[in-house]
């Protein structure tokens, strides 16, 4: 694991033990302000990570003019088109889908040396635990993404699942303490912030300190220069889009109350993302997408760091 990621997750470590504390302490924004700064920051500060999909594409796809650059658009628009309207028909059948996906992806970010259980674990751990204490809250955010009868459905499935949950979260932190000191740490960091702080906290701090940045560091782990330079200015566009379409149809939405709209905006946004961000993902990580100018194969999630 290289020491940029190694510092990222013993950093990410102390500000979500500081948290969790702060949240056992009863400390917090007032919920509507809370609301939006939290989602303010997942926009700004964890979705623009999904613009490094362009350097990924660019290397899997051979992309180098505009034609191939307007098919892959297409390509990505079409499948968050279709979350979108997944979401729309069938919004239980959505949440569920979501929150299993979401768990999936979260459990590529463990370091190195992670157990299969202990990803497992680690990617349901914001979603599963903050139903241990919070779950009337946890309720009404869901409810507020996909209505409140969907909400109630999966809020209390995921109560029935915190406890035991948080049971083999103990057992796999100690039993990967020596193999994987840093995994066990981030695992144990990450319970303890989704226990004890209020849920949309848990997972903003989760997706713009830990996901969001990791992400980042393994794409850019094997591009030195000026490749560096040009993958970092190749994001630019994506995320000018993407904050674009968002601050649109917020303004759109205008009419629905400003709590729905953030989390219906945010969430559905992200899990609109996840989609096509996944199957790129997989598919470089199959295929062994090499950094640019033959330096050593890029770090995916999921992979080894």
């Not at 939405?253 to 899990?271: C, H, I, K």
């Amino acid at each position: 694991m290289t020491p940029a990621l190694q510092l990222q997750g013993r950093l990410f470590c102390a500000l979500a033990l500081a948290l969790a504390i702060a949240g056992l302490a009863g400390a917090r924004l007032d919920v509507r302000h809370e609301l939006v700064v939290t989602g303010a920051l997942i926009l700004l500060l964890g979705v623009p990570h999904g613009a490094f999909d362009v350097v990924v594409a660019r290397r899997l796809f051979r992309i180098a003019d505009l034609r191939g650059w307007a098919l892959f658009s297409l390509f990505y628009i079409g499948l968050a088109a279709l979350v979108v309207a997944f979401w729309w028909l069938a919004p239980t059948l959505f949440l569920c889908a979501f929150l299993a996906v979401a768990a999936l992806h979260f459990g590529g970010d463990p370091a190195a040396g992670a157990s299969t259980l202990s990803r497992a674990l680690y990617g349901g751990a914001v979603i599963v635990l903050p139903a241990l204490w919070h779950g009337a809250e946890l309720q009404r955010l869901l409810g507020l993404v996909a209505g409140p009868a969907s909400g109630a459905f999966v809020a209390t499935g995921l109560s029935l699942l915190a406890a035991p949950w948080l049971g083999a979260t103990v057992l796999a932190c100690v039993l990967q303490a020596r193999a994987a000191r840093l995994a066990a740490m981030e695992l144990a960091a990450l319970a303890a912030l989704s226990v004890a702080a209020p849920p949309l906290v848990a997972f903003t701090v989760y997706f713009c300190a830990m996901h969001s940045p990791r992400h980042i560091l393994r794409t850019l782990g094997g591009l030195r220069g000026t490749a560096a330079r040009r993958a970092l200015a190749a994001t630019l566009w994506p995320t000018a889009a993407v904050l674009t379409a968002a601050f649109g149809v917020g303004a759109l939405a205008s009419g629905v109350p400003m709590e729905t709209r953030v989390m219906q905006l945010v969430f559905v946004g992200l899990a609109a993302l996840t989609l096509p961000h996944m199957v790129l993902l997989e598919r470089a990580r199959r295929a062994g997408v090499p950094a640019e100018h033959g330096q050593s194969t890029m770090h995916l999630p999921g992979s080894d760091a």
